[in-house]
T-cell receptor, first 113, second 114 residues
Framework: EADIYQTPRYLVIGTGKKITLECSQT?????MYWYQQDPGMELHLIHY???????EKGDLSSESTVSRIRTEHFPLTLESARPSHTSQYLC????????????FGSGTRLTVV | GDSVTQMEGPVTLSEEAFLTINCTYT??????LFWYVQYPGEGLQLLLK?????DKGSNKGFEATYRKETTSFHLEKGSVQVSDSAVYFC?????????????FGKGTLLTVNP
């Protein structure tokens, strides 16, 4: 059973709307990440956090923003959705040290019409 | 910087065929190495990992050996099943300024036909 939860699983929304994609984990992991996955499958890191009140932009520029007020919660917000934001968004978390990799959520499939 | 190069797909096999998906990584440091699998409509799941040279990771009939001399971590399975159809990602743990992040390959789509 997944210990990292993303909601909603699917979202269809109109252009210009504000949306928040939720990501929560129950494992106490200090590090969390957001990836955007393009139709060609490639993963692009858009945001990451190494702990509460710490957020950084990833390798791919994104108009989205994130916050990390609680260890377990790492929401992603788009102030004004556009069709170019249509994508699969994946949230992940990890513990300190590289031996364990990431635990991923099931993803949110966002469609902006 | 850190990078991972994996075999481009798509790969199409018949059931019970032998599978190899090649993966090489940049040799910065001694990173932990991973294979993840993504089934349709899902997130990524850890398939196997190896944390030091010559380690062999294995799970569900899949194997990969950490080869430091060739900076490789190729994924193999002796007899694939239809249920193995998925996207497979090779990844390495970061080094230096990317110490707490995974670097992924571009993914390889595997389709297994009955």
């Amino acid at each position: 059973e997944a210990d990292i939860y993303q909601t909603p699983r699917y979202l269809v929304i109109g252009t210009g709307k504000k949306i928040t994609l939720e990501c929560s984990q129950t494992m106490g992991h200090d590090k969390m990440y957001w990836y955007q996955q393009d139709p060609g499958m490639e993963l692009h890191l858009i945001h990451y956090s190494y702990g509460v009140n710490s957020t950084e932009k990833g390798d791919l520029s994104s108009e989205s923003t994130v916050s990390r007020i609680r260890t377990e919660h790492f929401p992603l917000t788009l102030e004004s959705a556009r069709p170019s934001h249509t994508s699969q968004y994946l949230c992940a978390s990890s513990v300190y040290g590289g031996d364990y990799g990431y635990t991923f959520g099931s993803g949110t499939r966002l469609t902006v019409v | 910087g850190d990078s991972v190069t994996q075999m481009e797909g798509p790969v199409t096999l018949s059931e019970e065929a032998f599978l190899t998906i090649n993966c090489t990584y940049t040799a910065t440091g001694y990173p932990s190495l991973f294979w993840y699998v993504q089934y349709p409509g899902e997130g990524l799941q850890l398939l196997l990992k190896a944390t030091k040279a010559d380690d062999k990771g294995s799970n569900k009939g899949f194997e990969a050996t950490y080869r430091k001399e060739t900076t490789s971590f190729h994924l193999e399975k002796g007899s694939v099943q239809v249920s193995d159809s998925a996207v497979y990602f090779c990844a390495r743990w970061g080094s230096g300024g990317s110490n707490y992040k995974l670097t992924f390959g571009k993914g390889t789509l595997l389709t297994v036909n009955p």
